[in-house]
């Protein structure tokens, strides 16, 4: 507040020549005719209390992006429960159960549903609730509001009515849709940063009605009224139309004075608005959509698994049905002691048909063990633990802005496995959007010394991999090998660069060179150019300088980032811009003795400020001694274009750095000038003038044509380059990510060089590659008939390019294809669509620019739905939003201070690089859990079912369940429900380490090794062997026989018991020979199960036995002292897991797998005793890779090699057997 | 790798060996009467013998055994093809009532066989009505060997599921008689043939005990039994059976277990020399990172 109060009388929209134009002829226009439906909305400002009824009520601001209410809850969570086809089966069986026909009592049937409705309810109704918080968190934000009488008091935003009249201080969101009233500006300006809304940084300027630009204070608001008429509540961001009724006159508004909710102020100390669009009116909330629900891959497949096991169930049930009609027609009028004769329709000998489809549903419940119930709790249970690990994993944790991860939707977790092409954002994800000043080259000479990050990370790995190769070589050859000296030379250069002493950090200056800094420039020979290279940086911008009161040091504001790098290196060479006023700007010029500062005044006397069509920004300037300059700065192509004949001195020169520092991703411009004489300005200044005062359509063009006169002959410089700060580790997790044999498309909305230079910097790009650009050609668009012109155009290019990559025969030639906005909206069109997806697929990166949000939608459907991959979007802003929602996985980065991508994604994290951890770790794991135990899960259920279905055949498929009600109850919820939960929750095949060391492991997911349907018949069938194994054994030894020294033979509850004994035994077993990860817990829940299990048997024989029946004390008394009992569940458990033991051990021995593999080395310790080898390894064991820096560091050791390779022809061209390592 | 070929042998020998003789040491004798005991006059319409009450139902069997049968010997019947598992006649019972006897109203759970006449029936359902009632009386040359009829249903069903206070009360007084009937002064928790009937069997065949003889027989002995043929198996095409065998620690004379131990005994053997015969000829060390698949991709290359 207290900095912007210096200069808040100041005209800032003197500075701008082409942008924030004032449609001054637009106001004499008149007000716009809002007639008919869409232009309802009425707005009494400073009268909110009009806005309290009928028809003037609106939607008030508090906003909410829960699913439920307190009312809503119950039948809408019902109906999403049911909405998978086990939960109705269930359902359905639990209403049978009420009636005689059911096999087993109503409460078996009842309870395990409750509960499992209940679980995910809760579930449901929790992860509600935290979106609530986050709404609540919203809402509850202050704003100042006008009370009327001229105070402001603050009040909560979701108070706010429309009506209102606000003030916004600095950097603070507006609460909802405002007309801008006046600023801290006398001229109504403010800059807005709309990041939130379409993700764009750089600020827009907004500009308040010249009517209003009186009601600058908050007294002056006592009296205020006005009327809007406008348009109804629309999701079109970049219009709005209304009327403003002030004082009698009619003034038309346009989208220039409208700031929309979740935008941001900026540079602007305050500004004043009445609210017209409240809450879910407001544009941006109206621009966003239900998010939808997604379910995991394996999620889908387990449904048809359940549609599989329901046409089991419905088979056999089919076939007991006819069993049981045959038996009842035929043989029942026999059993007597059944009195047929008295029979109830369900067993009525007379209308055997009947009683056979009354069986029918009687066996379709009976065999429902068959769909496991709990399967769907249980993964929901494991994937909320899992997302707490998530959540909680410290290596995820930002320190700086205290945010952790977070798993905002759990049902995902496994689908993080499986991911085959990352959609990837740049601004805020890959990029801080801060600029660093590196490097520079000054009249043909690069000064600089310092790499940029990703310089750093390819010189590091380039020395491991040297290392490597080095020791791997001479494993081969001996050491006395020569010629590597050259390798060696140069990768030690490029480390020595990296060496840097730390010195005092200034944000946006990394920038060394001791030629350079601390005045020493002025010794170089060349001091005159650097000089005036220095003065375009410290004058040629449109930022303002902020003083900060207490510590006297000088922040400036600009609006874009490069600007304000270019001001902090000027003044850390010496020429500090301190102050700006209407016409002049002044320097404090530390030249020629550094000790005693010069304060100079440069008159403004013309600013042709940046559009990007112009690519370009000058001033003209005349210095203390009266000299006119023009001091320009721009894109090289541009600048080169416009230089004079004697300006092209350091072309060539400055031209080779320029590459050199767009190969290290950097960005860069070229900076010239020229010196005016008087009358050559005036004439020009006249005609500039003329255009400027000009009205009408044509005045852009004219100022155009005129700024372009001007911008001619300059006599180039030098050049800039500006590091577009990656974010930390960025380049590391690519090339991680990369090595994982993952896919990294990036969608940004920057411009194409923007884009190409973080494709350099994020080793996405490298030298070498070829590049396809897919444009559109200017000619085709003039022609008639255009749009098909373009299309053909397209489709040529695209044809060609595949053609290219077809015949390309170098296996190491990779290809990057880069497509702009507009050639897309044209490519993703239905005819063209797979076309581009052809090519883009074989291509090893992709890059889209200037793309828009749309876009991104719908690039990431046309990769989700024409390769039927999985495809993960990650982002930050609100413009990523249709993407994040668009993808299989949607990443929000959290900790910037929008909201809008994370409440859309499906997991949020704080730093791009925090996804190498969250895809190849948790997303390994979790996918690896989650497919085991949902394998498990149909094993185990299966095994238990079908005995059901076994036992039927020798009752004459009568329905009769040789269980005791309770065991089948406590089956599924208590004796095999921890183990497995256990087992999708700490799983791990290696551990977190090693997951990151072998990333080339992570491939077992998206190759969907552990969840394909080999594996899952496999488990069924290994639960039909034990289901018949466990019958069969069972019932061949209590046949007819005593089973006890007694000579007591077994009823049906003895045998049932002994069978689920087995049961419990085989399931427990069998989980514990699938785990490979074992703590105190696993072994609490598996033997724990099993204790559980004769626990409650023991205490379950306690009970009454009118309760209880047969199963009274059976424990205690029929089944623990007979050795029988015991012997018999030995023989049962190791004869079921003796196949599948076999199984593993010929797998492990034969076909081991890699996890197999490392697990052995990490056992034996080899890692320790081997370290070469395990370094050897971990090089190994990545995806074959054409991007990541590992990727470049390669291609140059090959190109290196290469020459090598041809010099050691020339010398010893006889002998040519220098075999090639590679 | 020998780890795992070794622990593929999960039983030590001696464990299957002892289940088999376990089993072997049993000596059992088994005789079919049903057919036999029927007079040669309605052998071609056994049910129309044995529904009519006028005919002797007495048979005599004589019996030779074969072994040294230690004591105690074991008496079961066996019935064969009788579905006592069926789910009509399993759920056809009432716990409470047995327990509590005509304090418990609620016999619902009992059909077809609740009530009689509008009183209720103790003990209610199909299952005691359909009570087994054919006895035996043995002996040995012209001895009567005495047989011990008690303590043949487990002690927790007599002391604690079969009510000490309960008579049996309008049992089988209606029109259809089915098994065996009840002495009413009798209480049920003391009705042994009744508490081990209402132990339902989990096979269409199935015996249960008699009683018990507790004196050896030897080699040669003639056992004359003296049994009534009361109960109708002959409705649905069934067997009747009497059994005498000795137990041993396992039960019964059954082979399974002990067959199938070294069934899977041996096949645990089998499987780990195989094991071990491929660990020989080809082996691949543990931890031996050239079997990782991004070296063996390499190796195809």
Redesign the interface.
Same mark, same amino acid.
């Given at each position: 507040m207290a900095r912007g109060r210096i200069r808040a009388k100041f005209r800032r929209s003197n500075l701008y020549t082409f942008a924030c134009l004032r449609p001054t002829a637009a106001e004499s226009e008149g007000p716009q005719s809002l007639q008919g439906p869409g232009f309802s909305r009425i707005v009494h400002c400073n009268e909110p209390v009009l806005h309290k009824k009928k028809p003037l009520k609106y939607c008030s601001n508090s906003i909410s992006t829960t699913r439920y209410n307190v009312i809503t809850f119950l039948p809408k969570a019902f109906f999403e429960q049911f909405r998978r086809v086990a939960n109705i089966y269930f359902l359905v069986a639990a209403i049978c159960s009420l009636f005689s026909f059911s096999?087993f009592s109503p409460l078996s049937m009842i309870a395990p549903l409750v509960f499992v409705l209940g679980v995910s309810m809760t579930k449901e109704a929790i992860e509600d609730w935290h979106r609530f918080i986050q709404d609540m968190k919203v809402n509850t934000r202050k704003v100042m509001v006008h009370k009327g009488g001229g105070v402001f008091r603050n009040k909560q935003w979701r108070n706010l009515q429309v009506g209102d009249v606000l003030k916004v201080e600095k950097d603070k969101f507006f609460p909802a849709d405002l007309l801008l009233l006046s600023s801290s500006y006398e001229d109504g300006l403010c800059y807005v940063e709309t990041m939130n809304l379409d993700g764009e940084t750089n600020l827009k300027v907004k500009r308040s009605l010249e009517v209003t630009l009186g009601l600058d204070s908050d007294e002056s608001f006592k009296d205020f009224k006005g009327m809007i008429r406008c348009e109804d509540p629309n999701p079109s961001l970049y219009t709005f139309i209304g009327n403003f009724d002030y004082e009698r006159e009619v003034y038309p508004l346009d989208p220039t004075q409208i700031l929309l909710r979740d935008s941001k102020l900026r540079n602007t100390a305050f500004i004043y608005g009445v609210v017209i669009f409240t809450g879910h009116d407001s544009k941006v909330m109206q621009n966003s959509t239900k998010s939808p629900s997604k379910r995991s891959r394996i999620e889908r497949k387990m449904d048809r698994i359940i549609y599989v096991l329901l046409s089991v169930l419905l088979g056999i049930s089919v076939i007991s049905s006819i069993g049981f009609y045959i038996q009842t027609k035929y043989?029942m009028p026999? $059993? $007597?002691?059944?009195?047929p004769q008295?029979?109830?329709s369900c067993?009525d000998p007379n209308n055997a048909i009947a009683s056979g489809f009354c069986h029918f549903v009687t066996a379709l419940m009976l065999y429902g063990y068959l769909i496991p119930i709990s399967l769907y709790v249980s993964i929901e249970m494991v994937k909320f633990l899992q997302a707490i690990f998530i959540n909680r994993d410290i290596d995820m944790y930002d320190g700086e802005s205290g945010t952790p991860a977070q798993a905002r939707t759990s049902n995902l977790n496994e689908e993080l496995g499986q991911v085959d092409t990352i959609l990837s954002d740049k601004t805020g994800t890959l990029t801080c959007n801060q600029m660093d000043f590196l490097k520079c080259s000054i009249a043909g000479s690069a000064y600089g010394v310092k790499s940029s990050e990703v310089e750093l990370a390819a010189a590091k790995q380039m020395a491991v991999d040297l290392e490597e190769e080095e020791s791997g070589i001479s494993a081969y050859r001996g050491p006395n090998h020569h010629g590597r000296s050259e390798i060696e030379l140069e990768s030690i250069v490029t480390t020595v660069d990296g060496k840097d002493e730390k010195k005092k950090v200034v944000k946006g200056f990394s920038f060394e060179d001791s030629r350079l800094m601390d005045g020493n420039w002025i010794k170089d020979p060349k001091a005159k150019d650097i000089l005036l290279f220095l003065r375009i940086l410290a004058i040629c911008h449109t930022a303002i300088p902020e003083i900060n009161e207490e510590t006297n040091e000088i922040t400036y504001e600009a609006e874009s980032p490069d600007e304000i790098a270019f001001l902090v290196a000027a003044r850390e060479f010496g020429f500090e811009f301190f102050r700006r006023n209407q016409s002049s700007i002044y320097v404090r010029e530390g030249c020629p003795s550094p000790g005693d500062p010069v304060e100079r005044e440069y008159k403004l006397l013309n600013l042709l400020d940046f559009t990007s069509k112009r690519k370009r920004m000058s001033v003209i300037v005349q210095d203390e001694d009266g000299q006119i300059l023009l001091l320009c700065k721009g894109a090289d192509s541009i600048i080169f274009d416009r230089l004079a004949k004697n300006g092209r001195a350091y072309e060539e020169v400055t031209t080779k750095h320029l590459n050199e520092y767009g190969e290290n991703g950097l960005r860069t411009l070229a900076l010239a000038y020229k010196r005016l004489d008087k009358a050559e300005y005036t004439s020009w200044n006249n005609e500039f003038m003329k255009a400027k005062t000009s009205i009408g359509s044509d005045r852009e063009a004219m100022l155009e044509k005129v700024s372009d006169m001007m911008e001619r002959d300059l006599i180039l410089i030098g050049a800039t380059a500006v590091e577009d700060k990656l974010q930390k580790g960025v380049p590391q997790c690519i090339d991680k990510l990369a090595q994982a044999g993952l896919k990294l498309w990036v969608l940004t909305g920057d411009k194409m060089e923007t884009a190409i230079n973080i494709g350099f910097a994020c080793s996405l790009l490298r030298q070498g590659m070829k590049q396809i650009c897919i444009s559109i050609n200017s000619d085709t668009l003039g022609r008639q008939d255009a749009k098909k012109a373009v299309k053909d155009d397209i489709l040529m290019q695209i044809t060609n390019a595949s053609q290219m990559v077809k015949l390309e025969k170098d296996p190491h030639a990779a290809f990057a294809l880069i497509i702009d906005g507009k050639t897309l909206t044209y490519a993703l069109e239905e005819d063209l669509k797979n076309h581009f997806l052809g090519l883009a697929v074989d291509c090893a990166s992709v890059i889209c620019c200037r793309v828009s949000p749309k876009q991104k939608a719908l690039v990431t459907r046309l990769v989700k739905e024409g390769t039927g991959k999985t495809t993960l979007a990650i982002g930050d802003g609100a413009n990523d939003v249709g993407m994040i929602q668009e993808a299989d996985i949607g990443v929000g980065i959290s900790g910037v201070e929008g909201m809008q991508a994370v409440m859309a994604s499906d997991f949020a994290i704080a730093q791009f690089r925090f996804l190498e951890k969250l895809l190849v770790v948790h997303g390994h794991w979790c996918y690896k859990r989650i497919a085991q135990m949902i394998c498990y899960f149909f094993y185990k259920n299966i095994a238990f079912g079908l005995t059901f279905f076994y036992f039927e055949a020798?009752?004459?498929f009568?329905?009769?369940s040789?269980y005791d009600d309770w065991y089948m109850i406590l089956f599924n919820v208590f004796v095999t429900s921890l183990p497995v939960i256990s087992l999708g929750v700490f799983e791990q095949d290696v551990s977190s380490e090693i997951c990151l060391q072998f990333p080339?492991l992570y491939q077992q997911g998206p190759k969907n090794l552990f969840f394909d349907w080999y594996r899952i018949l496999g488990w069924m069938g290994n639960g039909l062997v034990a289901s018949a194994v466990i019958f069969v054994?069972n019932?061949?030894?209590?046949?007819?026989?005593?089973?006890?020294?007694?000579?007591? =033979?077994?009823?049906?509850?003895?045998?049932?018991t002994a069978m689920f004994t087995c049961i419990v035994w085989v399931v427990n077993c069998q989980i514990a020979l699938t785990m490979s990860h074992f703590t105190w817990i696993q072994h609490l829940f598996i033997w724990g199960s099993i204790g559980f299990w004769y626990l409650f048997l023991l205490i379950y024989g306690l009970l009454?036995?009118?309760?209880t029946?047969?199963v009274?004390?059976i424990l205690?008394?029929?089944l623990g002292p007979?050795?029988?009992y015991w =012997?018999?569940t030995?023989?049962v458990t190791? =004869?079921c897991n003796?196949l599948y033991?076999?199984h593993i051990?010929i797998q492990?021995?034969?076909y081991?797998?890699?996890h197999h593999?490392?697990q052995?080395?990490?056992?034996?310790k080899?890692d320790v005793r081997d370290k070469i080898?395990w370094t050897r390894?971990k090089s190994?064991?990545?995806q074959e890779t054409k991007i990541g820096f590992t990727a470049r560091v390669e291609a140059k050791i090959r190109y290196l090699r290469g020459r090598l390779h041809k010099k050691h022809l020339s010398l010893n061209s006889p002998r040519t057997a220098v075999a090639s390592p590679s | 790798m020998l780890m795992v070929a070794a622990s593929q042998q999960p039983l030590p020998c001696p464990v299957q060996y002892h289940h088999l003789q376990g089993a072997k040491r049993v000596v059992e004798i088994v005789e079919r009467y049903d057919a036999e005991c029927v007079p040669d006059a309605y052998k071609s319409n056994k049910v129309a013998y044995i529904k009519n009450g006028s005919i002797s139902k007495n048979c005599t069997k004589l019996l030779k055994v074969d072994k040294l049968m230690k004591a105690p010997i074991y008496i079961y019947y066996q019935l064969d093809n009788y579905y006592q598992n069926h789910r009509r006649y399993v759920k056809s019972r009432s716990d409470k009532q047995l327990l509590d006897g005509l304090q418990n109203n609620d016999t619902s759970s009992c059909k077809p066989e609740e009530s009689n006449g509008g009183l209720p029936v103790v003990p209610c359902g199909l299952v005691a009505w359909s009570l087994f009632n054919d006895s035996y009386i043995f002996t040995r040359g012209a001895v009567p060997l005495k047989v011990n009829r008690k303590n043949i249903a487990w002690k927790s069903d007599r002391d604690h599921k079969f009510g000490k206070r309960v008579y049996p009360f309008n049992f089988q007084n209606g029109s259809l008689i089915g098994g065996g009937k009840l002495d009413p002064h009798i209480p049920l928790s003391d009705q042994e043939d009744l508490i081990v009937w209402m132990r339902t069997a989990a096979l269409p065949s199935f015996r249960k005990l008699y009683g018990r003889i507790e004196e050896d027989l030897h080699p040669s002995d003639l056992i004359t039994v003296n049994l009534t043929n009361n109960y109708n198996t002959y409705s649905f095409g069934g067997a009747k059976k009497l059994v005498l065998s000795t137990s041993s620690w396992l039960g019964g004379k059954n082979d399974f277990l002990g067959v199938f131990y070294i069934f899977v005994g041996s096949s645990c053997i089998f499987i780990s020399l195989v094991f071990l015969l491929l660990h020989l000829k080809d082996s691949r060390p543990c931890g031996d990172a050239t079997f990782s698949y991004w070296n063996r991709k390499n190796v195809s290359l």
């Open positions: 096999p043989q026999d $059993w $007597w002691y059944l009195q008295s029979g109830t067993y020798v009752t004459a009568s329905g009769q040789i080339a054994f019932i061949a030894f209590f046949y007819r026989q005593a089973f006890r020294p007694g000579g007591q =033979t077994a009823d049906m509850t003895t045998v049932g009454s036995p009118s309760y029946g047969n009274y004390k205690q008394e029929v007979a050795p029988s =012997t018999i030995l023989l190791v =004869t003796l033991f076999s051990s492990r021995c034969f081991p797998m890699d593999v490392i052995e080395i990490k056992y034996y080899k080898m390894e190994k064991a990545r | -």
